[in-house]
């Protein structure tokens, strides 16, 4: 889980709205020519993270693919929404926003960390609710969903919640330090915080009917290796897993072998 700055997206990375609901998808990039692009790919931030955080994959997957971002509330051209703190609803919001993209082709998510927990969720509801099949599911450094246990880090102060910031890495330290900046980053973060840490999951309405595929850091303490065969629990399609030097944050220096990973899975 890593924080980032509500200051404007700079220019060389100033995203446009992808098809569906502007407010939440975003695009980094010129879109593939028609017909281009095999798959769609919606990627989906941590924990006080925004679509950023992915500017550079459209660079490493396009024109195979066309990759859009989830914007949460509460953040960038956001900002003054108040943020989500329920997973029910982030899902279904996610959910409804992605399903308008089901008739352009194949579609997977890749969700890192509290990211991961909505992918998952928004993907039982593209089945259930909208009647979508995604193609795979990637998840990132996220226990499967059976073993997420409760947290109290949200209820902690703005210090507290830095410094475990600071600890899991992919933070920029000089926002957390700048008491101006922090106090700016923070009520994003402190409620996607709430919104994984009183995550529960409900098994009604069954495992998913889709491949999914779960990262981790090797290091990464919050994901054991040997809980990861435990999301074949969550599908009654093939899991695998795939481990990555490094800590939570492993992707932020693996992210071309990681992109190259997962379109070689989603266009085999």
């Not at 997206?9 to 692009?37: F, I, K, Q, S, V």
């Not at 990211?115 to 969720?121: Q, S």
């Amino acid at each position: 889980m890593h924080s980032t700055s509500r200051h404007p997206t700079p220019p060389n990375g100033t995203p446009t709205p992808a098809p569906g609901p502007g407010r939440w998808l975003r695009r980094y990039g010129p879109p593939p020519t028609t017909g281009e692009a095999e798959a769609t790919l919606v990627c989906l931030p941590h924990a006080g993270g925004a679509p950023t955080f992915f500017r550079d994959w459209p660079a490493l997957l396009t024109p195979a693919l066309d990759v859009v971002a989830v914007c949460y509330p509460g953040r960038q051209d956001r900002f003054d929404e108040p943020c989500i703190t329920d997973m029910t609803v982030m899902a279904g919001e996610v959910a409804a926003a992605v399903a308008q993209l089901a008739d352009r082709g194949p579609l997977a998510l890749f969700g890192h960390s509290m990211g991961a927990a909505v992918a998952y969720e928004a993907a039982r509801l593209l089945q259930s609710r909208h009647g979508v099949r995604p193609a795979h599911l990637f998840v990132s450094g996220l226990l499967p969903p059976h073993r997420i246990l409760p947290g109290t880090r949200h209820l902690k102060s703005d210090a507290a919640l830095a410094a475990d910031l600071l600890e899991q890495g992919g933070t920029d330290a000089q926002v957390l330090a700048d008491e101006e900046l922090r106090a700016l980053v923070m009520p994003a973060v402190r409620a996607d915080y709430q919104l994984i840490e009183t995550y529960r999951h409900a098994p009604a309405g069954g495992p998913l009917d889709i491949p999914i595929t779960a990262y981790y850091g090797q290091d990464d303490a919050r994901t054991p290796a040997a809980t990861m065969p435990d999301w074949q629990l969550h599908t009654h399609a093939s899991t695998e897993s795939r481990s990555f030097p490094g800590g939570h944050f492993y992707l932020q220096h693996h992210r071309s072998d990681l992109t190259t990973d997962i379109r070689e899975r989603l266009l085999a």
